[in-house]
T-cell receptor
């Protein structure tokens, strides 16, 4: 089955700086890669996703890059703000054939 | 457009008992998947239902079972509860064949004592 590794487990950055979270996956059949933000006690919220036919996707301050050959994908947050503080999860799946396999999460802390 | 709703929000059960959790999918979504999230961990995929049939399953024993109804809502049943079953159970819905993306509910917090 799929295995997703996520690093780092904790990331502390100064407000206004950029944050990068990296994930690797094992199943070359995976073709859908979402990123979720989860605040304490709340549901995971989809912040951006990418499919395997695309190498990069951007939505305002958030971007995701995918390297299918190396089987890794990354989340980039620019101009970080205090409200970006949360736990971020990457995930991978074969869309339509199975559920999501999640990484263990990254606790992002934005220092004022 | 209604979101994904789960009930109950919290539940306390005794080891060995059985529990049923419920999920109503987002309007227009035809697929429901269930996840178990232990404290401080990422969600773990339990199983997924599409057109009332299980079409994917994670590494969970048979005492975890489910149903999907014609209106696409779903139930998760867990028999012979164990202490390690204590977790947040999340339901997510999606629209297979039309668009990408899963929408999660707020979850049911299950405590087994």
């Amino acid at each position: 089955g799929e295995n997703v590794e996520q690093h780092p487990s904790t990331l502390s950055v100064q407000e206004g700086d950029s944050a990068v979270i990296k994930c690797t996956y094992s199943d070359s059949a995976s073709n859908y890669f979402p990123w979720y933000k989860q605040e304490l006690g709340k549901r995971p919220q989809l912040i951006i996703d990418i499919r395997s036919n695309v190498g990069e996707k951007k939505d305002q301050r958030i971007a995701v890059t995918l390297n299918k050959t190396a089987k890794h994908f990354s989340l980039h947050i620019t101009e970080t703000q205090p409200e970006d503080s949360a736990v971020y999860f990457c995930a991978a799946s074969v869309w339509g054939a199975d559920g999501l396999t999640f990484g263990k999460g990254t606790h992002l802390i934005i220092q004022p | 457009e209604t979101g994904v709703t789960q009930s109950p929000t919290h539940l306390i059960k005794t080891r060995g008992q059985q529990v049923t959790l419920r999920c109503s999918s987002q309007s227009g979504h035809n697929t429901v998947s269930w996840y178990q999230q232990a404290l401080g961990q990422g969600p773990q995929f339990i199983f997924q239902y599409y057109r009332e049939e299980e079409n994917g399953r994670g590494n969970f024993p048979p005492r975890f079972s489910g149903l999907q109804f014609p209106n696409y809502s779903s139930e998760l049943n867990v028999n012979a509860l164990e202490l390690d079953d204590s977790a947040l159970y999340l339901c997510a819905s999606s629209q297979m064949g039309r668009s990408y993306g899963y929408t999660f509910g707020s979850g049911t917090r299950l405590t087994v004592v």
